[in-house]
C-alpha cells in the first residue's frame, strides 16, 4: 500500500474525506438552492399527510447520490457494485420524485439492484439464508423511504448509522479500510444535507436520496457481515431506531389491511411532532437513541457471542419500552383534543 493510502486509511485521512464529502455535498445543495434549480427538478407540495406546511425541494439526493458515489468509486473501488446500484437506484427514484412511478416498478428496481449485489458477492451461507437477508435489504431500502419524513430525521439516521459503520470498519477486531472509507463518505455527505434539512428544512431528502441510503445501508451493512469485519446483527442495531418505527407501523397497517406503501402519518416520530414536541425536539430525541444504540454496538464488538447478543436483546427491549411510552403520549394527546370544546 502506498504511502499515500496508508495516509487515507488512517483516522485523519477518514476524517478528511468525510468532511471533504460533507462540503461537496452541502456545495452542490447550496448552488441548487441559489440558482432556483432545486424547485423545478422536484418540490413537494403540502397535503393533508403532511407534517410540514410549505412546498419545499426534494432535491436531498441530488447531493447525497452524486458524492457519495464518485468517493466510493474512486477510494474505495473494490465497492464498485455497491456504487453502481446506488446511481441506478437514484435515477429511477428521480423520476419517481418527478412524475411518480408505479409501485411495482420501484420495487423491481429495488429488487434488481438487491439481487445484482447478493448473486455477484455470495456470502458462504446456505442459499435461505442470503435470501432472508436479500429480503432485509429490501426492507431496509424501503423503511428509509418511509421514515423520510421529519425535518433532520433521515439525515440524522444516515450521519450516526453510517459513522457506526465508518468506526467499526476502521477501529473494530477486523479492520476493512475501503468499507471504513466508503461509509465514512456517505456520513459525510448526510452531514452536507443535514445542515439543510435539520428545522426548519430548506430541502427534503426525496425518493432519490433516500431509496440510495436505504440500499447503502444495507448493502454497506451485508458487504462488512460477509468480510467478517462485523457479525450480522450489526446493521441492525446501527439502524435500530428505524427498523423498528417502519416494521411495527407496517405490522399495525397490514393487520387493519391498509396498503402499505401509501403515504400516512402513523409512524413513532410523526406522533411524537403531532402531539407537540415538534420537528427539533422530535430529531433531538431521535439522535439520543441512535447515539446510544450505536456506542452499544460499538462497545459489544470483540467480545463473546453470549454477551452480544444479549444486548441486542436488552437494546431490543429498551425500544420497545420507548416506543410503549409514545405510544401512551399519543393516547393522552388523542384524548386532550377530543374533549377540547367547539369553538
Known sequence: MSTYQN?????????????????????????LLKTGLAWRLAT???????LHVRPTPRVGGWGIAPVSVAAILLVAPGLWLVAVCALFLAAVSQIDDRQGLPARVRFAAHFVAVAALILAYPAATPWWMLAGIAFLMLWLVNLYNFMDGADGLAGGMALFG??????AALVGPHPAQ????????????????LFFN??????????AGSIPLGFLAGALGYWGWRAGTWPVWFPAM???????????????????????WQAHREHYY????????????TAQCWYVVMLVGIMLALWALGRSAAFQWGLVAIWVV???????????????????VSEQPEV
Open 7 to 31: 495516509w487515507l486509511h488512517s483516522w485523519p485521512g477518514v476524517l478528511f474525506l468525510a468532511i471533504g464529502a460533507a462540503f461537496a455535498c452541502g456545495a452542490v445543495l447550496s448552488t
Open 44 to 50: 413537494d407540495i403540502p397535503n393533508d399527510r403532511s
Open 162 to 167: 453510517f459513522g457506526g459503520y465508518a468506526l
Open 178 to 193: 475501503e468499507l471504513a472509507f466508503a461509509c465514512a463518505a456517505v456520513a459525510g455527505a448526510a452531514a452536507g444535507f
Open 198 to 207: 435539520y428545522h426548519p428544512a430548506r430541502i427534503f431528502l426525496g425518493d
Open 238 to 260: 446501527a439502524f435500530a431506531p428505524f427498523i423498528g418505527d417502519a416494521s411495527v407501523t407496517l405490522v399495525r397497517r397490514l393487520a387493519r389491511g391498509e396498503k402499505f
Open 270 to 281: 410523526q406522533r411524537m411532532v403531532r402531539s407537540g414536541m415538534g420537528h427539533a425536539r
Open 318 to 336: 429498551l425500544l420497545v419500552l420507548i416506543g410503549a411510552a409514545i405510544d401512551v403520549r399519543w393516547r393522552r394527546f388523542q384524548t386532550t
